[in-house]
């Protein structure tokens, strides 16, 4: 369902539903918010004020809009195409292979069924991932917000590429992972997304052929990069982790995404929060490709602050938050409701450095949220239902003021 529009410039709007769902913690029984210019003014709940403009959305709940950190637009086109072999390395060369069989008019017409799947979900907020370089029109377009990542693996950083900003997304720079992409690469990626408040995106400890990679030299991984014309002579190899290997090359800082996280143990954890790194968990991808899901339990203890992503429909059934809520309310039975919720909502927005603008319904917050009519008996089974939802299909309230 595409968005309902709400843009009276200048001039006050009501929203009123039977909860309001402002944050984690934060749920109000016969909400409303107010919205002026786009952004969210007021939130209480009770009698509202008297003013001009007055939208009852009903019995149900208007929530933040769920935040999708990771995610692959421009292998939309694959969906249930690439079979899931046995190793990383063999499906990653399918995937490939196939990626480079289809046509750019293939590839952006799976895009916007991306983009349709993830405005359907109420999934509004996106990090996307883009190596070959078609999602950027597509999004910049769309009713989404986020971040577009240039992906880059290999050595040397292409000349003329410069980080722009559109509509509801920036650009920033992702390197493809630390056996893919050479430290000096690496280095002149970081350098380079300083240059924007935006973060810089990196796979991280996501399948054995890359620990074995990072902690060895040799292995699966170092033949296929030798294969692909990848050198790693001088690469600062082996490593005791991929972790380590980041932090020994002085990329483990405030700014940085790390994705997926799956090689890791309590001491890895105990690094990235130490130097207040982001984090973004793909459990169902995880389990589709590698059979193993991430300690999320290890990485709370060691306060690790968890967004959400999908990564492609390649290796996921669907971009929908809601569904990934649900797969990980279900693997992970003792994690408070509460938590999961923030995890795809204000710490998802927080990891693409966009919470001044998204994660909750707050003052000052754009004025972008999702209704669902869904009327619980108390603020407890309300989050408890919103984490089990997983085919949710909320409409979407877009009040924010047109570029």
């Known amino acids: 369902m595409m968005p309902q529009q709400h843009k009276i410039e200048g001039r006050p709007t009501l929203h009123r539903a039977g ?7 934060t749920v109000l029984q016969n909400g409303y918010l107010t919205t002026v210019d786009g952004r969210i003014e007021k939130v209480g709940n009770g009698i509202p004020p008297r003013m001009g403009d007055v939208i009852d ?22 969906t249930n195409q690439v079979p899931m072999a046995p190793g990383f390395v063999p499906w990653a060369k399918e995937l490939i292979a196939l990626r480079e069989s289809l ?28 190596s070959v370089g078609l999602s950027w029109d597509i999004l910049k377009r769309s009713p989404l917000a986020g971040v577009l990542f240039k ?21 920033s720079f992702a390197g493809h992972a630390p056996h893919t992409t050479a430290p000096k690469l690496l280095r002149a990626l970081v350098s380079e997304s300083r240059h924007t408040p935006k973060p810089f995106s990196i796979h991280l400890a996501e399948s054995d052929e890359e620990t074995e990679f990072i902690t060895t030299g040799r292995g699966r991984w ?23 290997y980041l932090h020994t090359l002085n990329l483990l800082k405030p ?21 207040n790194v982001a984090v973004c968990l793909c459990v169902q991808s995880n389990i589709n490709l590698h ?6 339990k290890g990485m709370i203890k060691a306060g690790l602050k968890i967004g959400l992503g999908t990564d492609s429909l390649a290796s996921c059934d669907s971009l929908s938050i809601f ?45 972008l949220m999702i209704y669902l009519p869904m009327t619980p008996k108390n603020p407890k089974t309300l989050i408890e239902r919103l984490v089990n939802s997983p085919d949710a299909a909320p409409n979407v309230i877009d009040a924010r003021k047109a570029p």
């Open 19 to 25: 909860w309001v769902l402002m944050d984690s913690q």
């Open 57 to 78: 959305h009903g019995p149900g709940v208007l929530l933040p809009p769920l935040v999708n950190a990771h995610t692959h637009l421009e292998l939309c086109a694959l």
């Open 103 to 130: 046509s750019p008019n293939i590839l952006a017409n799976g895009i916007t069924q991306g983009i349709e799947q993830l405005v359907g979900s109420g999934t509004l907020i996106v990090g996307d991932i883009s």
């Open 151 to 171: 992906e880059f693996l290999g050595t040397d950083l292409p000349d003329g590429y410069k980080l722009e900003t559109s509509g509801g997304f920036s650009q």
């Open 222 to 244: 170092a033949a296929f990069l030798t294969q692909r014309g990848i050198l790693f002579d001088d690469w600062p190899l082996p490593a005791k982790s991929p972790v380590e």
């Open 255 to 275: 700014g940085l995404l790390a994705v997926h996280l799956l090689q890791c143990d309590s001491g890895d954890f105990e690094l990235l929060a130490k130097q």
């Open 291 to 296: 059979g193993k899901k991430p300690d999320l």
């Open 323 to 367: 569904t990934e809520l649900a797969a990980l309310s279900s693997h992970y039975p003792g994690i408070a409701p509460e938590t999961l919720f923030k995890m795809a909502t204000l710490n998802g927005s927080a990891a693409l450095g966009l919470a001044h603008d998204y994660g909750t319904l707050s003052k000052g917050k754009q004025a």
